[in-house]
């Protein structure tokens, strides 16, 4: 039995008996020249570090300026989740599809503040009526104002650039 130390210290190439051809093949050309060797390691590496950059510094920044939620929004948000409005409306395309998506719907064209609170004071034919209190319409709008104020869906003027990244433009 070999000691892992005998092991370590072994000499595999004088142990190595091929056929010379055979020999002649497995030892490169890049294998003899270290300098060649040298010049394809740092140009993979170069390679690495300019994709690396350019895939994570492209892309990733956040909106800036969300105002952070009120307490008015995250009772918004308790009654949100209590009626379960994201079993027929999705934020952010997350969430049921009976109902419209509802990220945009404060800032939208047409719609906005007043639309939103007679939907949800009346309901319509699909819409159900909840009956819900001022108060309870009040929070539901803030929350609201607030997921817009977070960012759009679908995000607009999305632009592929050449290497893969998106560019993202809001309004
Ligand atoms: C049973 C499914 C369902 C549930 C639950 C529901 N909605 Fe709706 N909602 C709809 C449908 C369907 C529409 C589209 C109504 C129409 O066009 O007549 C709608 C429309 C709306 C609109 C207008 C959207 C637009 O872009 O026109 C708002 C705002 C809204 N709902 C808010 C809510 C809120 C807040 C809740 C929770 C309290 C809720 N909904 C729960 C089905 C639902």
Avoid at 37 to 59: A, D
């Amino acid at each position: 039995m070999r000691s892992i130390r005998q092991f370590a210290e072994w000499d595999f190439s004088a142990s190595r008996s091929f056929h010379p051809e055979t020999e002649s093949l497995m030892s490169s050309r890049i294998e003899k020249r270290p300098a060649v060797k040298q010049r394809v390691l740092f140009s993979l590496l170069m390679g690495f570090v300019l994709f690396t950059s350019l895939v994570y510094t492209k892309g990733t920044e956040a909106p800036e300026n969300i105002p952070s939620i009120t307490a008015m929004g995250a009772e918004g948000r308790l009654l949100w989740q209590k009626y379960n409005c994201t079993a027929c409306h999705q934020l952010y395309g997350l969430g049921g599809y009976l109902g419209p998506d509802l990220t945009d719907v404060m800032s939208a064209p047409g719609k906005g503040e007043a639309y939103v609170k007679a939907m949800l004071s009346v309901g319509s034919e699909v819409m159900p009526n909840y009956n819900l209190s001022s108060e309870e319409i009040e929070a539901l709008t803030a929350f609201l104002r607030y997921v817009d104020s977070s960012g759009n869906f679908p995000e607009r003027r999305a632009i592929r650039t050449w290497f893969g990244a998106y560019d993202i433009e809001d309004d």
